[in-house]
T-cell receptor
Framework: AQKITQTQPGMFVQEKEAVTLDCTYDTSDPSYGLFWYKQPSSGEMIFLIYQGSYDQQNATEGRYSLNFQKARKSANLVISASQLGDSAMYFCAMREPNAGGTSYGKLTFGQGTILTVHP | NAGVMQNPRHLVRRRGQEARLRCSPMKGHSHVYWYRQLPEEGLKFMVYLQKENIIDESGMPKERFSAEFPKEGPSILRIQQVVRGDSAAYFC????????????FGSGTQLSVL
């Protein structure tokens, strides 16, 4: 089974509107972390937002918020007031503890969603 | 505050040559990760290093690939006798420690094997 699933290969949104990018995950470990990264056409990976599995509130970072539905195992990214510069590939990723129970930066990435913002 | 620095940004090699990719982590970060991104795919974990130690190399191909993070200097990902299938973007990331740390990525090295 896929650990991270992003079911939307591409999404379109009008400038200034909000858009939701879907991400579902699969883990049996109670302790995990969820990340969203943005990859513009220039190629770099830009950290957007992080949600820990024990965090009580949904994470927010400026125009980005993470809609964390633990029971559904979903961690959708919401971008409010879209801008032309938001056009990029967006990756959802998960960190789980390793066999020894410690966590580090070993992430499993989804396939990505290409977001296009129209003027 | 400089971010994660990778060089070169682009590297072209012929089949059979060696490729060396360098990564300097963010200031204050002592944990380095290497990821590979094949075309149209997400990133795949290769290796996790701390200074002078390989902690987890479970994603690294067993042959031709090696990584190091010496006491002084950048981390190096070395690919010997490159083949066309090694063509990919290689990303380095760093963090301050383990646990709930943000992972910051460099801009990547695009390796093209002719």
């Amino acid at each position: 089974a896929q650990k991270i699933t992003q079911t939307q290969p591409g999404m379109f949104v009008q400038e200034k509107e909000a858009v939701t990018l879907d991400c579902t995950y699969d883990t049996s470990d109670p302790s995990y972390g969820l990340f969203w990264y943005k990859q513009p056409s220039s190629g770099e990976m830009i950290f957007l937002i992080y949600q820990g599995s024990y965090d009580q509130q949904n994470a927010t970072e400026g125009r980005y918020s993470l809609n964390f539905q633990k029971a559904r195992k979903s961690a959708n990214l919401v971008i409010s007031a879209s801008q032309l510069g938001d056009s990029a590939m967006y990756f959802c990723a998960m960190r789980e503890p390793n066999a020894g129970g410690t966590s580090y930066g070993k992430l499993t990435f989804g396939q990505g969603t290409i977001l296009t913002v129209h003027p | 505050n400089a971010g994660v620095m990778q060089n070169p940004r682009h590297l072209v090699r012929r089949r059979g040559q060696e490729a060396r990719l360098r990564c300097s982590p963010m200031k204050g970060h002592s944990h380095v990760y290497w990821y590979r991104q094949l075309p149209e795919e997400g990133l795949k974990f290769m290796v996790y290093l701390q200074k002078e130690n390989i902690i987890d190399e479970s994603g690294m191909p067993k042959e031709r690939f090696s990584a190091e993070f010496p006491k002084e200097g950048p981390s190096i990902l070395r690919i010997q006798q490159v083949v066309r299938g090694d063509s990919a973007a290689y990303f380095c990331a760093s963090s301050r420690g383990t646990g709930d740390e943000k992972l910051f990525f460099g801009s990547g090295t695009q390796l093209s094997v002719l």
